[in-house]
């Protein structure tokens, strides 16, 4: 192997651990990942209730503005960030949020600028699912 060969290697090599850090991470990430922690502490007997509070739809200095958040039937998170002008500027999705909660109806909310996003999740059939988005 040559030298070329082997900068290529480590750059790929960086770039693919860079993905998997928090460097690039984006809005839809955080909120799958408190989903999955929210159905980790929500009681295994049925009816067992817990909210999740998501304070941000991201890291700081990314989607500051007013954001809408829908979070589907079929298992899709979607994260719309605005201006303060309330143009979409952003946009990004994620399903990993669907191996930990089941969501029944498609629900569709808009949030201004930090304000937080709660999520009441309920325990029913053995599977955390989301009754409630405000």
């Given at each position: 192997?040559?030298?070329?060969?082997?900068?290529?290697i480590?750059?790929?090599?960086?770039?693919?651990?860079?993905?998997?850090?928090?460097i690039?991470?984006?809005?839809?990430?955080?909120?799958?990942?408190?989903?999955?922690?929210?159905?980790d502490?929500?009681?295994?007997?049925?009816?067992?209730?817990?909210?999740?509070?998501?304070?941000?739809?991201?890291?700081?200095?990314?989607?500051?503005?007013?954001?809408?958040?829908?979070?589907d039937?079929?298992?899709?998170?979607?994260?719309w960030?605005?201006?303060a002008?309330?143009?979409?500027?952003?946009?990004?999705?994620?399903?990993?949020?669907?191996?930990?909660?089941?969501?029944p109806?498609?629900?569709?909310?808009?949030?201004?600028?930090?304000?937080?996003?709660?999520?009441?999740?309920?325990?029913?059939?053995g599977?955390?699912?989301?009754?409630?988005?405000?």
């Amino acid at each position: 192997m040559n030298a070329r060969s082997a900068r290529a290697i480590l750059i790929a090599a960086a770039l693919i651990v860079a993905a998997g850090c928090d460097i690039a991470t984006d809005p839809a990430t955080p909120l799958a990942s408190d989903l999955e922690a929210g159905a980790d502490r929500l009681g295994s007997d049925a009816g067992a209730t817990y909210t999740v509070h998501h304070t941000t739809p991201s890291k700081a200095g990314e989607c500051t503005g007013p954001y809408k958040v829908q979070l589907d039937q079929v298992g899709a998170m979607i994260i719309w960030c605005k201006d303060a002008a309330g143009e979409m500027v952003s946009s990004h999705s994620t399903s990993y949020h669907a191996r930990f909660v089941e969501t029944p109806e498609t629900f569709l909310i808009d949030k201004g600028a930090g304000e937080t996003l709660s999520i009441d999740l309920e325990r029913s059939g053995g599977r955390a699912v989301i009754v409630a988005v405000r």
